[in-house]
């Protein structure tokens, strides 16, 4: 291979590593200003399941370094949440230079959307399905059997379900970019409007807890999301396939 032809390859790495460094950073730096809070954000995410406990019942933990450890994690995952923004920032940096000019235009708005609904599956998850299930689980437990959750699989539980529907709530992107780059069209996603009804369920059975509750409050907004996507579709529908602007971003 020709040194001139090495070049590209590495100046792409070069920037790849640059805009990952970018990522950690920003995680890092977020992780230092919430790792002092730990205590009172797992005291925050607990607040749902602790409101619906029985009286007298209170979570639990098994293992003898849980108490410093699991704060700790969830810290970290929050600060990877909370950087979720950085995160397409930097990979739209890392991109834009190979789009056209009418391609960064579409992008740009579906990079904010992807935040805007990642975040809001979360605030779904946690103000309604978090409430609704944990209620519902705490009125079917069998007489005699006193709930007492471990806070390390407790956060396993919910952290499953908060990256379960805050993927999920990427549907309208996903379809938006599905009719932007011609793989298909609105019209052909509205005649399979009941595969994918059923298909909703399937991925809440994947995605959630093994219950037919938490897979119903996944399935039904999926589908609502699904018709939101094919909705938007149309605005982009062929977009991709436009005259391409002969304009680069340069650097």
Same mark, same amino acid.
């Given at each position: 291979?020709?040194?001139?032809?090495?070049?590209?390859?590495?100046s792409?790495?070069?920037?790849?590593r640059?805009?990952?460094?970018?990522c950690?950073?920003?995680?890092?730096?977020?992780?230092?200003c919430l790792v002092y809070?730990?205590?009172?954000?797992?005291?925050?995410?607990?607040?749902?399941?602790?409101?619906?406990l029985?009286?007298?019942?209170?979570?639990?933990?098994?293992?003898?370094?849980?108490?410093?450890?699991?704060?700790?994690?969830?810290?970290?995952?929050?600060?990877?949440?909370?950087?979720?923004?950085?995160?397409?920032y930097?990979? =739209?940096?890392?991109?834009?230079p190979?789009?056209?000019?009418?391609?960064r235009?579409?992008?740009?708005?579906l990079?904010?959307?992807?935040?805007?609904?990642?975040?809001?599956?979360?605030?779904?998850?946690?103000?309604?399905v978090?409430?609704?299930?944990?209620?519902?689980?705490?009125?079917t437990?069998p007489?005699?059997?006193?709930i007492?959750?471990?806070?390390?699989?407790?956060l396993?539980?919910?952290?499953?379900?908060?990256?379960?529907?805050?993927v999920?709530?990427?549907?309208?992107?996903?379809?938006?970019?599905?009719? =932007?780059?011609?793989?298909?069209?609105?019209?052909?996603?509205?005649?399979k409007?009941?595969?994918v009804?059923?298909?909703?369920f399937?991925?809440?059975?994947?995605?959630?807890?093994p219950d037919?509750f938490s897979q119903?409050?996944?399935?039904?907004?999926?589908?609502?999301l699904?018709e939101?996507?094919i909705?938007?579709?149309?605005?982009?529908?062929?977009?991709?396939?436009?005259?391409?602007?002969?304009?680069?971003?340069?650097?």
């Amino acid at each position: 291979m020709a040194v001139e032809d090495t070049q590209p390859l590495i100046s792409h790495l070069i920037e790849l590593r640059k805009r990952l460094l970018h990522c950690i950073i920003a995680v890092v730096a977020i992780f230092a200003c919430l790792v002092y809070f730990a205590n009172d954000i797992y005291q925050l995410i607990s607040a749902p399941l602790i409101k619906q406990l029985p009286v007298g019942a209170s979570m639990i933990a098994t293992d003898v370094a849980s108490p410093f450890f699991t704060p700790i994690k969830l810290t970290m995952i929050v600060s990877v949440f909370v950087a979720v923004p950085v995160i397409l920032y930097q990979v =739209w940096a890392f991109v834009a230079p190979a789009l056209y000019r009418h391609e960064r235009r579409l992008v740009v708005p579906l990079l904010i959307s992807s935040s805007l609904l990642f975040y809001i599956g979360m605030a779904f998850a946690y103000f309604i399905v978090f409430p609704l299930a944990f209620g519902f689980f705490a009125k079917t437990a069998p007489q005699g059997v006193l709930i007492a959750t471990d806070i390390n699989n407790y956060l396993d539980f919910v952290m499953a379900l908060f990256m379960a529907f805050g993927v999920s709530f990427e549907v309208p992107v996903a379809i938006v970019l599905l009719c =932007w780059t011609g793989i298909t069209n609105p019209d052909d996603l509205r005649k399979k409007r009941p595969y994918v009804l059923v298909g909703a369920f399937v991925v809440g059975m994947l995605l959630t807890p093994p219950d037919v509750f938490s897979q119903t409050l996944l399935a039904i907004p999926m589908y609502c999301l699904f018709e939101v996507g094919i909705f938007f579709s149309r605005f982009y529908v062929g977009q991709r396939r436009a005259s391409p602007d002969p304009d680069r971003q340069e650097e």
